[in-house]
């Protein structure tokens, strides 16, 4: 499986971006996906995962209320809505797929990783 994030950028506190994660060459509707994180000078980190069936959706609690991580299974892709941006939220955001991630929050249940897309929020 191969993943190709996008959709990062430069923006302001307070506004909003949308990532994307496209799927290629594999079954995508059998992966659970996630959205990870990595802050200059920090380690990796998790952000938001989706199951499969869609049915089950996790958050660290510094997202929650404010990221939505949703799947279209149909376009193989999944996406990470990110409003109400701060500046801590500046990191390269990673995708990844894995087919037994359990709640989805660990690194080293994912088998595929995309390549990362840079988010810079500034005051």
Do not use: H
Request: net charge neutral; aromatic share 14%.
């Amino acid at each position: 499986v191969q993943l190709q994030a996008s959709g990062g950028g430069l923006v302001q506190a307070g506004d909003s971006l949308r990532l994307s994660c496209a799927a290629s060459g594999g079954t995508f509707s059998r992966y659970a996906m996630a959205w990870f994180r990595q802050a200059p000078g920090k380690e990796r980190e998790f952000v938001a995962s989706i199951s499969w069936s869609v049915l089950n959706t996790y958050y660290t609690d510094s997202v929650k209320g404010r990221f939505t991580v949703f799947r279209d299974n149909a376009k193989n892709t999944v996406y990470l809505q990110m409003n109400s941006l701060k500046p801590e939220d500046t990191a390269v955001y990673y995708c990844a797929a894995g087919l037994y991630v359990g709640q989805g929050d660990v690194q080293s249940n994912y088998d595929y990783w995309g390549q990362g897309t840079q988010v810079t929020v500034s005051s």
